[in-house]
């Protein structure tokens, strides 16, 4: 399996702009989580879907983020409109049925300038 | 609730000198723990993993680590720290429904000759 698959790696985007973030996770895997990495606050958990559905969006920071898992082989952070302090590196991860161990994507390092 | 603390965010060691990377964690149900390394630019990988088998648990890269559930730590070492070590090392403790983890605030790790 090729694992995780983020794109962009990078993007860099003007404030006030739309910019979505993809993901492909492990064949086979029910969970999908997206982190986000900065160095003040460190890897936090934005959100998470079971097969497809959210189960817990607690730590997306503003009404600015949403997430969508339309099937099990794609998933999209989007941010609207985009703001300077979204800079940060955004990490997608998936896991097996009944298993805890997260697989991580190579990351997509968002700058807003 | 699930948590955890890396004690120490810097840890400087010479090469062949003895690493000690410490995780404590804190969970109301017994817990899975994690160890990943995440090498500049890259996404976080796997070191060894802790599931209620053995306590003493060997990871890739020579990293061990062993779940003292009298202390509530699961402390990573390796007996001879090697130059390509550097990098950034997360302990991580998996949530009540045994899919999310939660991350400590990481521990870097350098290595000087």
């Known amino acids: 399996d090729a694992g995780v698959i983020q794109s962009p790696r990078h993007e860099v985007t003007e404030m006030g702009q739309e910019v979505t973030l993809r993901c492909k996770p492990i064949?086979?895997?029910?969970?999908l989580f997206w982190y986000r990495q900065t160095m003040m606050r460190g890897l936090e958990l934005l959100i998470y879907?079971?097969?497809?559905?959210?189960?817990?969006d607690s730590g997306m920071p503003e009404d600015r983020f949403s997430a969508k898992m339309p099937n099990a082989s794609f998933s999209t952070l989007k941010i609207q409109p985009s703001e300077p302090r979204d800079s940060a590196v955004y990490f997608c991860?998936?896991?097996?049925?009944?298993?805890?161990?997260?697989?991580f994507g190579q990351g997509t390092r968002l700058t807003v300038v | 609730a699930q948590s955890v603390t890396q004690l120490g965010s810097h840890v400087s060691v010479s090469e062949g000198a003895l690493v000690l990377l410490r995780c404590n964690y804190s969970?109301?149900?017994?817990?899975?723990l994690f160890w990943y390394v995440q090498y500049p630019n890259q996404g976080l990988q796997l070191l060894l993993k802790?599931?209620?088998?053995?306590?003493l648990v060997k990871g890739i890269n020579g990293f061990e680590a062993e779940f003292k559930k009298s202390e509530t730590s699961f402390h990573l070492t390796k007996p001879s720290a090697h130059m390509s070590d550097a990098a950034e090392y997360f302990c991580?403790?998996?949530?009540?429904?045994?899919?999310?983890?939660?991350f400590g605030a990481g521990t870097r790790l350098a290595v000087h000759p």
């Open positions: 064949s086979g895997h029910d969970y």
């Open positions: 879907f079971n097969n497809n559905v959210p189960i817990d």
């Open positions: 802790y599931t209620s088998a053995a306590t």
């Open positions: 969970s109301s149900v017994p817990p899975y």
């Open positions: 991580a403790v998996s949530g009540s429904g045994y899919n999310k983890l939660i």
């Open positions: 991860a998936s896991t097996r049925p009944g298993e805890a161990e997260a697989f």
